[in-house]
């Protein structure tokens, strides 16, 4: 069966601390993403990556940076972690632009 | 870029009867759209998508969606609500001329009281 997957479920970091959290997609796919959910506000977009290397802003990069040096795996970087950073964050990925999104099962950040 | 709104929070229904969780959009071009369900403590599952074609689309559960152009519309639908259908569900736009990107709605909480 297809599959996201995120390295950690639960993280909890310290304010200033750098973070890295960690996506992989065993099915190939160009395209892969980083939401983050919160309620009341959904999945807000923060960076997606169209191919190896590439990448693009989403609706709210500030704060984070991402890494796609394989096709397989799509990291997003807290550079220095804020308590407003804490949130349920999901890493997606699909073929075509046509075609739906596998989820992960999500990464719960707790900065503190 | 493309946008969602789910215009309503909460809907509250009984079981046995019809449920509608609206969703709206906005695109430039031609909009793909498509329907998540978030269980608790669980991963986002999707639900069914319109690309092309008949504007009633069904999908899994027992759930079916209208596509409506000059409403910029695409409400999911189920003719018979089930208690175990509580959850959260999410409206997804993609702008088949832009970018690959996916937007989403801020989601709306369906209960279905037995």
């Known amino acids: 069966d297809v599959k996201v997957t995120q390295s950690s479920r639960y993280l909890v970091k310290r304010t200033g601390e750098k973070v890295f959290l960690e996506c992989v997609q065993d099915m190939d796919h160009e395209n892969m993403f980083w939401y983050r959910q919160d309620p009341g506000l959904g999945l807000r977009l923060i960076y997606f990556s169209y191919d190896v290397k590439m990448k693009e802003k989403g609706d709210i990069p500030e704060g984070y940076s991402v890494s796609r040096e394989k096709k397989e795996r799509f990291s997003l970087i807290l550079e220095s972690a804020s308590t407003n950073q804490t949130s349920m964050y999901l890493c997606?990925?699909?073929?075509?632009?046509?075609?739906?999104?596998?989820f992960g099962s999500g990464t719960q950040l707790s900065v503190l | 870029a493309q946008s969602v709104a789910q215009p309503e929070d909460q809907v509250n229904v009984a079981e046995g009867n019809p449920l509608t969780v609206k969703c709206t959009y906005s695109?430039?071009?031609?909009?793909?759209l498509f329907w998540y369900v978030q269980y608790p403590n669980r991963g986002l599952q999707f639900l069914l998508k319109?690309?092309?074609?008949?504007?009633l689309v069904k999908g899994s559960y027992g759930f079916e969606a209208e596509f409506n152009k000059s409403q910029t519309s695409f409400h999911l639908k189920k003719p018979s609500a089930l208690v175990s259908d509580s959850a959260l569900y999410f409206c997804?736009?993609?702008?088949?001329?832009?970018?690959?990107?996916?937007?989403f709605g801020a989601g709306t909480r369906l209960t279905v009281k037995p």
């Open positions: 997606a990925s699909s073929r075509q632009k046509n075609e739906k999104l596998f």
């Open positions: 319109y690309i092309t074609g008949d504007n």
């Open positions: 695109v430039s071009g031609n909009p793909y």
């Open positions: 997804a736009v993609r702008d088949w001329y832009n970018n690959n990107d996916m937007r």
